[in-house]
RNA sequence: GCCUGGGUGGCGGAAUAGGCAGACGCAAGGGACUUAAAAUCCCUUGGAGGUUUCCUCCGUGCGGGUUCGAUUCCCGCCCCAGGCACCA
């Protein structure tokens, strides 16, 4: 064995001979139980940074532990490599951007594989690869011919600066997701997915996903935003009906006006005979051309159509108003106006000095219409409400709905806050959405025949002013596959969403001619455990969710959900900050690599913080992790001759002594790592247990002519390497082969701790009084109550503090404390 | 504003089911080895105090409560991070 541990010599030696020898590849097995472990495809940036090393080492571990317990692990790893960057590599240094992207895919692999990650590089996929996009874009088209892939003009998020169209879920506070810019909102024809059609179901299966962190689940749950409520007609008094939807019927007695949105249908109809069309007009067209969310901060702002509504409850006469804060996209985009229990029609009603009039009372206080500052809207009792007075709000909510039910005025409904996801982009790097448009038959789906729908080569890209793909005469004139006249392609691409929605399934078959192979993907599916950062809670992973659905309901799947435990990895933070070029904070993994070896920087990102959390990078910190696998290695160096013939202990004697403690502290350790891998994937603690037992072995004493205490600690030895080697593996690896194995560590069975030896004869027992640690005494374990209280009242210590005092009662958790109380 | 997390030494973090708070690592200080340095090894390290091989008191954001016993459970508050935000 080499005097010093040598990271690089050894890293690059096991690198290649697992690449060698296939060790990471996976065939479907139906003998053996599968294991689908998965990380979240990188976008082939340009390189690998510390959050992919972060994420990556997670899955790591478990996939080798598991491949160690036994199961047929798939642990895969591909691309995400349609997007804009590459685009802008393209516009700014005039590379192609396919160039662009798989010189970077090039680079990170090398990166990936000098981290010594056990993936089976065989199912290898870029989502940029013909042969992917092909089945994308053949799925795309069942979408269409199901109505799940819909053309509609509509107000759409645009950024400025990207060009392009973005989907509700990648606006973060008003502003592109990608690149930070104010998004404007623009009306555009677009193409949508129909995963509203799917929002009770992505709902409902919210409470299902056990595995799931809870958070993850609150912020889907939110984002689909189902509310009850009621939808009611009320008549407009020159003719027709305004329906709103309310989630307050039991309010309706408190209406003193009405609200539309500006894009409501309606909204000319109504405003047709008023005194100041011009005025309204106007109006409304300002609003409408406001952006956005109509931004909260925005004050409150309408203007009277001149007409009425008649409130069907008791027959007054209600006047409706548009209103900035009024949207179209939710419930009808109209509203009824309580302004004494809502607060944005409480502020509407000041500032036009209309109605206000309470109908709930809350109990405790009288609500009173000259002294209100703002709307209650809490529950209460029903007043003012004719025959509804007196019932409690709660209550009234339903004999309200049932009322309107039954007199025809309106139903019971559900309003959501999911949009239908716009995936239109108009950017040339991306998969090209299959559809023709012909002047006589409209828009026609590319046969299959034709697919792939190939994105061309030679593209001009200048980042302005619509899709690239509509200079190119070449790609955009075409012949209509149904009556062959002079026609044109769509020359959007979709949204890099779509191919992440489902890589996870094509990687069970990647090299399928076909969209998936159904007995493979029925072998592996679902992902047992995907791993992977927070910021996609409600973009990816509601998107792969919607598609899992979608794919089993065309039955190429039999599934519900993708993943059945998601463990959400924290950043990896410096300075108190995110990583970022920006802030000159970045550490590079290739750097860190090139002064430790891959397995200090694995050991340091997966012992610095539980996963969930952030990180904090610290310098000193891997010089600690990298002092560690020294020691490792100089203990087995210095134990070497000790052990290296000897038989790893395996007798049913029972040892004594020194023997014996080590023997206890090596299963102790071994059940500690094997349940915090497994039930907790707390890999912080189960690498202080390892450094433990690492310094209870240093300091162990051995005997040299003690045999059997030279197999306690070779099977000392033996555990440690492999208990380590999720963590570490090449270190382990090279070990291992000194230790006379002769087969890769992976092959080896993660061992089974010995239970018995983990029974204590002798147990320390805490003595408190009053819950006070006051004393600790050794006793043999399963001692009784009596028995021990005979000891410890005995002791100097007890009997001083117990000295004028009764004792009263005593607290015994056998093996553990004794608690004395006295008077 | 609403919804989630979270607040423990100088720092990252442990304490898994209410039972010894501070495991493990970092940093710091002292010592050994060495001509010297690096590396390594040993010791100390939450705070205050004392009669200093030991002992006492205080201590997990703040204030209460439940309990023999609370970092852990309950109530009220403060602060930090993330998500949503005119959603009718």
């Known amino acids: 064995m080499e005097e010093r541990y040598n990271p690089h010599v050894i890293e690059e030696k096991w690198q290649s001979i ?25 976008y082939p940036s340009g390189r690998i940074h510390m959050g992919h090393v972060r994420n990556y080492s997670i899955g790591d571990v478990i996939a080798r532990y598991m491949r160690m317990k036994g199961y047929n692990v798939l642990h895969p790893m591909g691309w995400d490599a349609f997007g804009l960057p590459a685009e802008n590599a393209a516009i700014e240094h005039g590379v192609h951007p396919a160039k662009w992207t798989l010189e970077n895919i090039e680079y990170m692999k090398k990166q ?71 998004v404007v909102q623009r009306e555009l024809e ?15 299966y919210c409470d299902k996903l056990q595995g799931w962190p809870e958070r993850v689940l609150v912020m889907q749950r939110n984002w689909i935003g189902k509310s009850e409520g009621v939808e009611i007609e009320f008549p407009i008094e020159k003719g027709g009906s305004l329906r709103i939807f309310t989630t307050r019927p039991d309010t309706v007695f408190g209406i003193t006006f009405m609200c539309i949105a500006p894009e409501h249908p309606l909204v000319l109809d109504l405003i047709k005979d008023s005194s100041n069309y011009k005025e309204v007009l106007e109006f409304i067209n300002r609003v409408r051309r406001m952006s956005v969310s109509r931004e909260a901060i925005l004050e409150k702002e309408g203007i009277f159509t001149g007409a009425y509504c008649i409130n069907p409850f008791n027959g007054e006469r209600i006047p409706v108003f548009v209103a900035n804060f009024v949207i179209m996209e939710y419930g009808t985009g109209a509203i009824m106006s309580v302004p004494a229990h809502d607060q944005r029609d409480f502020e509407f009603a000041k500032k036009y000095n209309l109605p206000i009039r309470v109908v709930i009372q809350p109990g405790e206080s009288i609500l009173d219409t000259e002294t209100m500052d703002k709307a209650y809207e809490g529950e209460g009792i029903m007043v003012n409400s004719g025959p509804f007075s007196g019932i409690p709000s709660e209550e009234g909510k339903k004999r309200i709905t049932e009322y309107v039910e039954k007199m025809g005025w309106g139903k019971r409904a559900y309003s959501y806050k999911l949009r239908d996801w716009g995936i239109s982009r108009q950017r040339y790097w991306g998969c090209p959405i299959p559809i023709i448009y012909c002047e006589r038959c409209g828009m026609v789906p590319v046969p299959e025949k034709d697919l792939p729908v190939v994105l061309p080569f030679d593209v ?88 899992t659905k979608v794919l089993r309901d065309f039955g190429l799947v039999e599934i519900n959900e993708p993943f059945i435990n998601l463990l959400t990895q924290g950043m990896v933070i410096k300075d108190g900050a995110k990583m970022s070029k920006s802030k000159g904070n970045v ?54 001759p000790l052990i290296k013939d000897t038989p790893p202990y395996k007798d049913k004697i029972k040892l004594e002594g020194s023997n014996r403690q080590l023997r206890k502290i090596v299963h102790k350790s071994l059940k500690k790592v094997t349940e915090d891998i497994e039930s907790r994937y707390h890999f912080n603690t189960a690498i202080s247990a390892i450094m433990e037992l690492v310094n209870y072995i240093s300091q162990w004493k051995p005997d040299v002519n003690d045999a059997v205490g030279r197999s306690v600690l070779r099977e000392a030895i033996e555990t440690l390497v492999i208990i380590l080697s999720p963590f570490a593996p090449h270190i382990c690896e090279e070990i291992w082969s000194e230790l006379g194995g002769k087969r890769s560590l992976i092959y080896e069975k993660w061992p089974e701790y010995d239970p018995e030896i983990l029974e204590e004869e002798d147990v320390l027992i805490v003595v408190q009084i009053n819950g006070r640690v006051r004393d600790r005494v050794i006793v043999a374990s399963g001692i009784t109550r009596d028995e021990l209280l005979k000891i410890v009242l005995e002791r100097e210590k007890v009997r001083m503090y117990l000295r ?3 004792v009263k009662n005593t607290i015994y958790i056998p093996d553990k404390i004794l608690n004395i109380v006295t008077d």
Not at 21 to 39: H, V
Not at 133 to 143: N, T
Not at 524 to 534: E, F, K
Not at 540 to 545: K, S
């Open 18 to 42: 697992w690449e060698e020898r296939g060790c990471f590849n996976t065939e479907e097995d139906p003998s053996k139980q599968k294991m689908y472990i998965l990380e979240m495809f990188p």
């Open 587 to 640: 550490v590079d993994p290739d750097d860190m690599i090139r002064k430790y070896g891959a397995d200090t920087v694995r050991l340091f990102l997966l012992f610095a913080a539980p996963p969930e959390k952030d990180l904090d990078w610290s310098d000193k910190g891997i010089e600690g992790c990298y002092r560690f696998l020294n020691r490792v290695w100089r203990v087995v160096r210095d134990t070497m």
């Open 190 to 204: 677009q193409w949508f997915f129909k995963i509203t059609d799917y929002a009770d179901e992505l709902l409902e």
């Open 460 to 547: 001009e890209i200048r980042g302005e002013k619509g899709s690239p793909l509509s200079y190119h005469k070449k790609f955009v004139n075409v012949k209509c596959p149904n009556c062959g006249l002079e026609a044109k392609r769509e020359t959007d691409t979709m949204d890099t969403f779509v191919d992440s929605s489902w890589y996870f399934e094509r990687f069970c078959c990647p090299d399928h001619d076909g969209f998936l192979d159904s007995k493979r993907v029925k072998y592996w599916m679902p992902v047992d455990l995907y791993i992977g950062g927070i910021e996609h809670a409600v973009l990816h992973l509601l998107y792969a969710r919607f598609f």
């Open 112 to 182: 990936l594989k000098r981290l010594g990650f056990s993936y089976d590089w065989r199912r290898e996929i870029s989502t940029c690869d013909i042969s992917y996009y092909k089945w994308e874009q053949w799925l795309f088209i069942k979408m269409f011919e199901r109505g799940l892939a819909y053309k509609k003009f509509s107000s759409v998020n645009w950024c400025e600066r990207c060009q392009t169209v973005l989907a509700n879920e990648q606006v973060e506070g008003g502003c592109c997701w990608r690149c930070g810019t104010q």
């Open 804 to 806: 004028g005092k009764n």
